[in-house]
């Protein structure tokens, strides 16, 4: 097999695609998800179809993302209904949606047991109430685009992906590293056999020390049993994104990792519990009020100001570090997610690969360095430095996403519209085979985490397969 190819391509091919619901269009042949770009995508308002109907269960940072991306793609796609318990959450997306009151809802058991009035569900609840939804949703006939990851255990993993299967609806998973434009020219270059056979793959999430501390220390993914462990948490698209690079399954896996330094005994003397009271607010790197103030600072109010408050301003900031979870010292807090860790795999045929999450950097895109017979290749999220041993000539590959106007439209490097413009395309013309990951994929990924994970508490090698 040569580098960059995977199973996935050959398998679709003798897969037919999901059934459609009643009255949805015709389908698109399969065919391999690599073929088609962006610019490849049917213009579905120039076929006659109407813009596909959306609910959204989630409001928050990555529901707000992803109803972005359709509230600028009018012609594409529609939000109908909005389930979210926050109730400004909830007036913030009927603003931008232009939805009626009777369109709201708190809970989405409102919504599943009527009959069914739009085309697709967006789940972006917390990690733990993810299963509930995406099988009610698809036992409605619902296709469904469910933020990662699955759930936090194998099974509840599985009750999922049995759901979309057996109702056969278009099913994705916000693994929107597969969605990048350097994923796609990178897999080219690998498919051309730019640098032979792959032999070996390091991978680096610089997770970022302020990002760290405001969503696993302080914030909503800080406990395994609220939450889920970190690699499945934050990682579990990369392990997936190795796996899609590679084209070979895993069959053996290490890890090590802990929490090390954001616990108490490593907070200074002098720390309050609060950070708006500390006397070290002004020299801590870890200091709410600093990484707070720089983003109000720079007239910065997405993310990760929006999740303090949904209308951030320097009064309604101040009142949440002083009252909320927040504005916590980063050493005294209830967090028991590592801070690190490494994770090594060795792949069908005996390609290795490592990948190391780290809390411990600045905040910037992944790294990926990846070698071959023939050559080595690396990249950032920008550049591909490609260099052929053959030639001993180097090639450098400009792949920086578009400039957005908004940064919600340019997240993850473009991953995240990326996702939107393949399962919107996906569930318009009723065919999965538009989203870049299968379920088995995705499945498949999340087992990898959870041997992982196993092999970082016992301290062993973990064989698959």
């Known amino acids: 097999m040569r580098a960059g190819q995977t199973r996935q391509e050959e398998r679709r091919a003798a897969e037919g695609p999901a059934t459609p619901a009643s009255g949805s269009v015709p389908r698109r042949p399969a065919g391999p998800a690599m073929a088609a770009g962006p610019q490849d995508l049917p213009d579905t308002a120039a076929a006659g179809r109407e813009p596909v109907r959306v609910v959204l269960v989630g409001a928050g940072i990555r529901g707000e993302i992803y109803g972005h991306w359709i509230a600028e793609h009018p012609e594409r796609a529609d939000v109908v209904a909005v389930a979210e318990p926050h109730p400004d959450r909830r007036r913030i997306a009927a603003s931008r949606h232009g939805l009626p009151a009777s369109a709201l809802f708190e809970d989405w058991r409102e919504l599943v047991g009527r009959p069914r009035f739009a085309d697709a569900v967006i789940i972006t609840t917390q990690d733990a109430q993810h299963v509930e939804p995406a099988v009610a949703f698809a036992e409605a006939g619902y296709a469904v685009l469910l933020e ?95 796996g899609h690079i590679v084209g070979r399954p895993v069959r053996a896996v290490s890890s090590f990792g802990s929490l090390s330094y954001f616990v108490p005994g490593n907070r200074p003397v002098v720390a309050a519990d609060r950070c708006p009271d500390c006397v070290l607010q002004d020299s801590c790197a870890y200091s709410a009020v600093r990484i707070y103030g720089e983003h109000l600072a720079a007239g910065d109010l997405a993310w990760p100001l929006s999740v303090l408050t949904p209308d951030p301003t320097e009064q309604s900031v101040a009142a949440a570090l002083r009252t909320g979870p927040y504005g916590r010292c980063v050493w005294a807090c209830d967090n028991d997610v590592v801070d690190r860790q490494v994770v090594a795999l060795e792949f069908d045929g005996g390609v290795t690969a490592t990948f190391t999450m780290t809390a411990f950097s600045t905040s910037r895109p992944r790294m990926t360095h990846i070698f071959g017979t023939m050559g080595e290749i690396f990249c950032d999220g920008s550049i591909i430095r490609v260099t052929d041993f053959r030639t001993r000539e180097t090639q450098t590959i400009d792949v920086t996403a578009p400039a957005a106007d908004d940064p919600l439209l340019s997240g993850h490097s473009g991953g995240d519209a990326g996702l939107m413009n393949d399962f919107i395309t996906a569930v318009a013309t009723w065919d999965d085979h538009w989203i870049t990951g299968t379920a088995a994929e995705a499945l498949a990924a999340h087992e990898l985490v959870f041997a992982a994970e196993r092999a970082r508490r016992e301290r062993r090698v973990v064989h698959l397969g």
């Open 148 to 242: 990662k990851p699955i759930a936090p255990t194998e099974e509840e993993c599985r009750r999922v992906v049995d759901a979309v299967a057996r109702n056969k609806v278009p099913f994705g998973v916000c693994h929107v590293l597969r969605y990048t434009p350097y994923t796609r020219v990178l897999r080219n270059l690998l498919a051309e056999g730019r640098i032979g056979e792959i032999v070996n793959v390091d991978h680096i999430e610089p997770v970022g020390f302020a990002h760290y501390a405001h969503s696993y220390v302080r914030g909503n993914w800080r406990r395994e049993q609220t939450s889920a462990p970190m690699l499945l948490a934050k990682s579990c698209h990369d392990l997936d994104w190795l």
